[in-house]
Protein backbone atom coordinates (compact mmCIF):
# COMPACT_ATOMS: atom_id res chain seq x y z
CA UNK A 1 0.00 0.00 0.00
CA UNK A 2 1.10 3.50 -0.86
CA UNK A 3 0.69 6.69 1.22
CA UNK A 4 -2.03 7.74 -1.31
CA UNK A 5 -3.79 4.44 -0.74
CA UNK A 6 -3.71 5.07 2.94
CA UNK A 7 -7.39 5.78 4.53
CA UNK A 8 -8.08 9.45 5.83
CA UNK A 9 -6.84 10.65 8.98
CA UNK A 10 -10.90 10.67 10.29
CA UNK A 11 -11.55 7.54 8.66
CA UNK A 12 -8.02 5.55 10.33
CA UNK A 13 -8.90 7.41 13.73
CA UNK A 14 -12.84 5.49 13.64
CA UNK A 15 -11.31 2.34 12.37
CA UNK A 16 -9.07 2.31 15.30
CA UNK A 17 -11.60 3.77 17.64
CA UNK A 18 -9.28 6.74 19.01
CA UNK A 19 -10.01 9.75 20.55
CA UNK A 20 -8.02 12.87 21.78
CA UNK A 21 -6.08 12.22 25.33
CA UNK A 22 -6.25 14.93 27.77
CA UNK A 23 -3.40 14.12 29.98
CA UNK A 24 -1.66 13.79 26.91
CA UNK A 25 -2.29 17.67 25.66
CA UNK A 26 -3.49 16.00 22.14
CA UNK A 27 -5.73 18.31 19.77
CA UNK A 28 -5.08 16.01 16.33
CA UNK A 29 -4.22 18.15 13.41
CA UNK A 30 -6.49 16.65 10.81
CA UNK A 31 -6.26 19.15 7.81
CA UNK A 32 -3.92 17.99 5.65
CA UNK A 33 -3.70 21.78 3.78
CA UNK A 34 -2.29 22.68 7.19
CA UNK A 35 0.13 20.01 7.50
CA UNK A 36 1.86 20.11 3.87
CA UNK A 37 2.00 23.78 4.89
CA UNK A 38 3.56 23.36 7.93
CA UNK A 39 6.02 20.36 6.04
CA UNK A 40 6.66 23.60 3.57
CA UNK A 41 7.86 25.76 5.93
CA UNK A 42 9.91 23.72 7.81
CA UNK A 43 12.48 23.15 4.45
CA UNK A 44 12.98 19.28 4.24
CA UNK A 45 13.02 17.79 1.78
CA UNK A 46 14.82 14.25 0.13
CA UNK A 47 17.74 12.54 1.93
CA UNK A 48 16.76 15.09 5.04
CA UNK A 49 16.14 13.27 8.18
CA UNK A 50 13.22 14.45 10.26
CA UNK A 51 12.25 13.45 14.33
CA UNK A 52 8.43 14.63 14.75
CA UNK A 53 7.31 14.35 18.19
CA UNK A 54 3.97 13.28 18.92
CA UNK A 55 2.56 12.34 15.90
CA UNK A 56 -0.29 11.00 17.26
CA UNK A 57 -2.46 9.70 14.13
CA UNK A 58 0.07 10.93 11.78
CA UNK A 59 -1.28 13.98 10.29
CA UNK A 60 1.95 15.90 10.00
CA UNK A 61 3.88 12.58 9.27
CA UNK A 62 2.38 11.85 6.28
CA UNK A 63 2.89 15.56 5.06
CA UNK A 64 6.67 15.09 5.82
CA UNK A 65 7.32 11.71 4.24
CA UNK A 66 5.39 13.37 1.09
CA UNK A 67 8.75 15.59 1.07
CA UNK A 68 10.54 12.44 0.38
CA UNK A 69 12.62 13.41 4.13
CA UNK A 70 13.22 10.22 6.51
CA UNK A 71 11.19 10.94 9.53
CA UNK A 72 11.65 9.44 12.52
CA UNK A 73 8.38 9.36 14.83
CA UNK A 74 8.36 9.48 18.79
CA UNK A 75 5.18 8.91 20.34
CA UNK A 76 4.67 8.19 24.05
CA UNK A 77 0.41 7.06 23.43
CA UNK A 78 1.26 3.43 22.96
CA UNK A 79 -2.95 3.48 21.70
CA UNK A 80 -1.49 4.99 17.88
CA UNK A 81 1.08 2.11 17.84
CA UNK A 82 -1.14 -0.07 14.94
CA UNK A 83 -2.15 3.31 13.03
CA UNK A 84 1.37 4.75 12.67
CA UNK A 85 2.28 1.29 11.64
CA UNK A 86 0.20 1.23 9.06
CA UNK A 87 1.90 4.84 7.54
CA UNK A 88 5.58 2.67 8.48
CA UNK A 89 3.81 -0.48 6.42
CA UNK A 90 2.97 2.31 3.37
CA UNK A 91 6.74 4.19 3.70
CA UNK A 92 9.93 2.74 4.13
CA UNK A 93 11.26 6.02 5.22
CA UNK A 94 9.06 6.17 8.39
CA UNK A 95 10.55 4.84 11.36
CA UNK A 96 8.82 4.70 14.77
CA UNK A 97 9.89 4.80 18.41
CA UNK A 98 7.21 4.99 21.61
CA UNK A 99 8.52 6.21 24.44
CA UNK A 100 8.68 10.01 26.14
CA UNK A 101 9.93 12.73 24.23
CA UNK A 102 11.39 14.34 27.44
CA UNK A 103 13.62 11.08 27.83
CA UNK A 104 14.89 10.46 23.77
CA UNK A 105 18.40 10.77 23.35
CA UNK A 106 17.94 12.47 20.02
CA UNK A 107 21.91 12.37 19.38
CA UNK A 108 21.22 8.70 18.77
CA UNK A 109 18.47 9.10 17.06
CA UNK A 110 20.52 11.76 14.51
CA UNK A 111 23.17 8.75 14.52
CA UNK A 112 25.61 11.57 13.66
CA UNK A 113 23.54 13.12 10.54
CA UNK A 114 22.22 16.44 10.97
CA UNK A 115 18.76 16.27 12.17
CA UNK A 116 15.37 18.29 11.93
CA UNK A 117 12.94 19.05 14.21
CA UNK A 118 9.24 19.77 13.06
CA UNK A 119 6.40 19.08 15.24
CA UNK A 120 2.96 19.58 16.32
CA UNK A 121 3.82 19.54 20.03
CA UNK A 122 1.73 18.23 22.67
CA UNK A 123 0.36 21.03 24.50
CA UNK A 124 1.61 20.16 27.86
CA UNK A 125 5.16 19.64 27.44
CA UNK A 126 6.22 21.73 24.88
CA UNK A 127 8.37 24.31 26.57
CA UNK A 128 10.10 21.56 28.81
CA UNK A 129 10.71 20.18 25.12
CA UNK A 130 11.96 23.13 23.31
CA UNK A 131 14.46 24.06 26.55
CA UNK A 132 15.81 20.73 26.51
CA UNK A 133 16.64 21.03 22.33
CA UNK A 134 17.98 24.35 22.69
CA UNK A 135 20.10 23.74 26.27
CA UNK A 136 21.29 19.93 25.59
CA UNK A 137 24.69 18.50 24.06
CA UNK A 138 22.77 18.04 20.71
CA UNK A 139 21.89 20.83 18.36
CA UNK A 140 19.20 20.35 15.90
CA UNK A 141 19.73 21.80 12.30
CA UNK A 142 16.48 23.45 12.33
CA UNK A 143 13.39 23.51 14.45
CA UNK A 144 9.82 24.29 13.16
CA UNK A 145 7.14 23.66 15.90
CA UNK A 146 3.77 24.23 16.70
CA UNK A 147 2.86 25.90 20.05
CA UNK A 148 -0.05 27.31 21.37
CA UNK A 149 -0.01 31.00 20.37
CA UNK A 150 0.99 32.58 23.93
CA UNK A 151 4.17 30.36 24.01
CA UNK A 152 4.65 31.25 20.27
CA UNK A 153 4.33 35.22 21.78
CA UNK A 154 6.86 34.35 24.45
CA UNK A 155 9.88 32.44 22.25
CA UNK A 156 9.16 35.12 19.38
CA UNK A 157 8.80 38.79 21.50
CA UNK A 158 11.51 41.43 21.92
CA UNK A 159 12.52 43.44 24.86
CA UNK A 160 9.62 45.44 26.57
CA UNK A 161 7.22 43.63 25.01
CA UNK A 162 4.50 42.12 27.31
CA UNK A 163 5.27 38.38 26.83
CA UNK A 164 9.08 39.21 26.57
CA UNK A 165 10.67 36.73 29.75
CA UNK A 166 12.97 33.63 30.39
CA UNK A 167 11.83 31.61 27.34
CA UNK A 168 12.37 34.51 24.84
CA UNK A 169 15.51 35.49 25.96
CA UNK A 170 16.96 31.61 25.80
CA UNK A 171 15.50 30.99 22.46
CA UNK A 172 16.83 33.78 20.76
CA UNK A 173 20.13 33.48 22.22
CA UNK A 174 20.34 30.10 21.09
CA UNK A 175 18.36 30.51 17.57
CA UNK A 176 16.94 33.09 15.43
CA UNK A 177 13.30 32.75 15.83
CA UNK A 178 10.39 33.97 13.47
CA UNK A 179 6.72 32.32 13.75
CA UNK A 180 5.64 31.49 10.32
CA UNK A 181 2.12 30.44 10.67
CA UNK A 182 -0.67 30.94 12.63
CA UNK A 183 -3.53 28.01 13.03
CA UNK A 184 -6.87 28.79 14.48
CA UNK A 185 -8.31 26.26 17.34
CA UNK A 186 -11.12 25.27 14.28
CA UNK A 187 -8.48 23.68 12.70
CA UNK A 188 -7.95 20.92 15.07
CA UNK A 189 -10.09 18.32 16.58
CA UNK A 190 -11.13 18.28 19.35
CA UNK A 191 -10.37 22.29 18.68
CA UNK A 192 -8.76 23.71 22.15
CA UNK A 193 -10.10 26.83 24.17
CA UNK A 194 -6.29 28.68 22.04
CA UNK A 195 -5.07 29.51 19.13
CA UNK A 196 -1.81 27.96 18.16
CA UNK A 197 1.15 29.13 16.17
CA UNK A 198 4.16 27.98 14.60
CA UNK A 199 7.41 28.90 15.20
CA UNK A 200 10.78 28.67 13.07
CA UNK A 201 13.85 28.33 14.85
CA UNK A 202 17.08 28.39 13.37
CA UNK A 203 20.14 27.55 15.37
CA UNK A 204 22.48 30.58 15.70
CA UNK A 205 26.55 29.71 14.91
CA UNK A 206 27.54 32.05 17.78
CA UNK A 207 25.04 29.49 19.99
CA UNK A 208 26.58 30.14 23.53
CA UNK A 209 28.71 27.18 25.17
CA UNK A 210 27.48 24.87 27.46
CA UNK A 211 29.08 26.96 30.67
CA UNK A 212 27.61 30.28 29.36
CA UNK A 213 24.12 28.94 28.50
CA UNK A 214 23.64 27.16 31.99
CA UNK A 215 24.86 30.79 33.64
CA UNK A 216 22.13 32.79 31.05
CA UNK A 217 19.57 29.93 32.33
CA UNK A 218 20.63 30.98 36.31
CA UNK A 219 20.27 34.64 35.64
CA UNK A 220 17.19 35.13 33.96
CA UNK A 221 15.78 32.33 36.36
CA UNK A 222 16.65 34.66 38.94
CA UNK A 223 15.68 37.76 37.15
CA UNK A 224 12.24 37.20 35.95
CA UNK A 225 11.41 35.23 38.77
CA UNK A 226 10.85 38.72 40.75
CA UNK A 227 10.26 40.53 37.32
CA UNK A 228 8.14 43.55 38.30
CA UNK A 229 11.58 44.00 41.10
CA UNK A 230 14.93 46.49 39.77
CA UNK A 231 17.73 43.98 38.69
CA UNK A 232 19.69 45.02 41.80
CA UNK A 233 16.82 43.74 43.72
CA UNK A 234 16.45 40.23 42.11
CA UNK A 235 19.98 39.72 41.14
CA UNK A 236 20.96 40.47 44.67
CA UNK A 237 21.89 36.22 45.37
CA UNK A 238 24.45 36.31 42.53
CA UNK A 239 25.97 39.59 42.93
CA UNK A 240 23.72 42.54 43.22
CA UNK A 241 25.15 46.01 41.89
CA UNK A 242 28.40 44.80 41.23
CA UNK A 243 27.37 42.46 38.93
CA UNK A 244 25.27 44.61 37.19
CA UNK A 245 27.66 47.08 37.04
CA UNK A 246 30.31 44.40 35.52
CA UNK A 247 27.68 43.95 33.07
CA UNK A 248 27.35 48.07 32.18
CA UNK A 249 23.74 47.74 32.54
CA UNK A 250 21.56 49.76 34.72
CA UNK A 251 21.02 48.56 38.33
CA UNK A 252 17.56 50.19 38.03
CA UNK A 253 16.08 48.78 35.13
CA UNK A 254 13.69 45.52 35.13
CA UNK A 255 14.26 42.31 33.38
CA UNK A 256 11.58 42.88 31.00
CA UNK A 257 13.36 45.50 29.21
CA UNK A 258 17.06 43.83 29.34
CA UNK A 259 17.78 42.56 25.74
CA UNK A 260 19.56 39.13 24.82
CA UNK A 261 22.93 40.84 24.71
CA UNK A 262 22.13 42.44 28.36
CA UNK A 263 21.64 38.95 29.95
CA UNK A 264 24.36 37.12 27.74
CA UNK A 265 26.92 39.86 29.37
CA UNK A 266 25.28 39.66 32.79
CA UNK A 267 25.93 36.39 32.37
CA UNK A 268 29.33 36.66 31.16
CA UNK A 269 30.38 38.93 34.39
CA UNK A 270 28.62 36.14 36.79
CA UNK A 271 30.68 33.76 35.81
CA UNK A 272 33.97 35.73 35.55
CA UNK A 273 33.05 36.55 39.61
CA UNK A 274 32.37 33.07 39.83
CA UNK A 275 36.26 31.91 38.54
CA UNK A 276 37.60 34.63 40.54
CA UNK A 277 39.52 34.06 44.34
CA UNK A 278 36.92 33.34 46.88
CA UNK A 279 33.86 32.46 44.37
CA UNK A 280 32.58 36.29 45.25
CA UNK A 281 29.40 35.49 43.20
CA UNK A 282 27.61 32.90 44.89
CA UNK A 283 25.06 30.33 43.75
CA UNK A 284 21.39 31.49 43.31
CA UNK A 285 18.92 30.50 45.91
CA UNK A 286 17.02 27.66 45.32
CA UNK A 287 13.51 27.60 44.75
CA UNK A 288 13.39 30.59 41.74
CA UNK A 289 10.23 30.44 40.70
CA UNK A 290 10.82 29.81 36.97
Known sequence: MSLEALPSLREALEAHGLWAK?????????????TRKIARLAEVGEGDHVIEVGPGPGGLTRALLETGAKVTAVEK?????PLLQEVADAAPNLTLMFGD???ADEAQIAAG???????????????????????????????????????????TEGPGGAA?????VIVQATCAARRVLDAPARAFTPPPKVDSAVVRLEPRADRPAPERLEALQRITAAAFGQRR???????????????????????TARAEVISVDGFLALADAW????????????MPLSGVKD
Open 113 to 155: RPAHLVSNLPYNVGTPLLIKWLTGPWTPASLTLMFQREVADRI
Open 101 to 103: ALK
Open 164 to 168: YGRLG
Open 271 to 282: LAGRSASQDPYP
Open 77 to 81: DERFR
Open 22 to 34: KAFGQHFLLDLNV
Open 229 to 251: KMLRSSLKPMGGEELIAAAGLDP
